[in-house]
């Protein structure tokens, strides 16, 4: 019962993500001033994500290294930011609603069925892992001498193809300029 659950969260999050889409920028009312600060706010997500994915390998090894010494899910923690730049650009209070009830419903599902995920794959070395490191919210205090080690890979970030993340983020951008000298 509870994999069917998740499965849904899973199988709908992008899904839901258009129409979710649709609504920010029907209640978006960006300034110049407002896609600016969001923007600086959304490249610092991006930064974060782009980190993660140049440790990522995906079913071959547990990452451990760069932002994954902070946090269990720095992909997540940087879409939460690269999203709180969107919100900042829109300008508006529904749409911040709309985008922060999207990933409070999305993300605590999905983040619980990949952790079971790995704690499936790796067994062991996930368990001391996640007993170091926290979910979400990242914790600076220690870094493991493994994740030390481990060195960004241009390559790895390609892989991951993070750069659409980029692509669509200053998509939405220019959506939302074109919104603010066209529309509104």
């Known amino acids: 019962m509870m994999a069917a659950a998740t499965n849904f969260w899973i199988r709908w999050r992008v899904r839901i993500g258009y129409p979710v889409a649709i609504a920010y920028l029907i209640f978006a009312k960006p300034t110049a001033r407002s896609l600016m600060i969001g923007g600086m706010v959304g490249v610092i997500g991006l930064a974060i994500r782009a980190w993660a994915a140049g440790y990522l390998r995906k079913h071959e090894r547990l990452a451990m290294g760069g932002p994954y010494a902070f946090t269990r899910n720095p992909l ?9 730049g969107f919100v900042v650009a829109g300008w508006s209070i529904w749409a911040g609603i709309i985008v ?40 600076f205090a220690r870094r493991s001498s493994a994740a030390l080690h481990e ?13 659409q993340a980029v692509v ?3 998509f939405g951008l220019a959506l939302l300029w074109a919104e603010m000298h066209w529309i509104h």
């Open 100 to 139: 922060a009830a999207y990933l409070a419903l999305f993300y605590p599902p999905v983040m619980r069925r990949e952790e079971s995920e790995l704690d499936a794959h790796y067994g062991e070395d996930f368990t001391q892992y996640a007993a170091r490191v926290p979910l979400f919210w990242p914790r």
């Open 76 to 84: 997540y923690f940087g879409s939460v930011i690269l999203a709180a």
């Open 168 to 170: 669509g983020f200053f």
């Open 151 to 163: 060195s960004f890979s241009a390559e790895l970030y390609l892989r991951n193809r993070e750069y």
